[in-house]
């Protein structure tokens, strides 16, 4: 029952910015992880960013200090705030949400998460 919309996706020149959307309906659980990841062609699905019920985020590497992850609770709602984007950074971009358990903190690995949005695609140009 549970479902992600993402959005705000499209083509941008390299260095534009861009946010994207994830807005859940259908989660019940009180303690629950919301990640971002992506996949562009021939390659697998990559980890971009995560934050757990209490706020506290991780990134991957390849995006630390240009992307940030936040959470807005009362409209359910997961953002991705990308600056400085590279032509690296083009691929389908999907939001992911699970429950935790109660002495685990969120992975940023795509085999713990079970609900997945269905994608928004991101292009950027040099």
């Known amino acids: 029952q549970v479902q992600l919309v993402e959005s705000g996706g499209g083509s941008v020149q390299s260095g534009r910015s861009l946010r994207l959307s994830c807005v859940a309906s259908?989660?019940?659980?009180?303690?629950?992880?919301m990640a971002w990841f992506r996949q562009a062609p021939g390659n697998g699905r990559e980890g971009v960013a995560v934050?757990?019920?209490?706020?506290?985020?991780d990134y991957a590497p390849a995006v630390q200090g240009r992307f940030v992850i936040a959470r807005d609770d009362p409209s359910n709602t997961v953002y991705l705030l990308m600056t400085g984007l590279k032509p690296e950074d083009t691929a389908m971009y999907y939001c992911?949400?699970?429950?935790?358990?109660?002495?685990?903190?969120?992975?940023?690995?795509?085999?713990?998460?079970?609900?997945w949005g269905q994608g928004t695609q991101v292009a950027v140009s040099s």
């Open positions: 259908g989660y019940t659980s009180s303690r629950f992880c």
């Open positions: 934050v757990n019920d209490r706020g506290v985020t």
């Open positions: 992911a949400a699970s429950e935790r358990p109660s002495r685990s903190d969120c992975v940023l690995r795509s085999e713990t998460f079970n609900y």
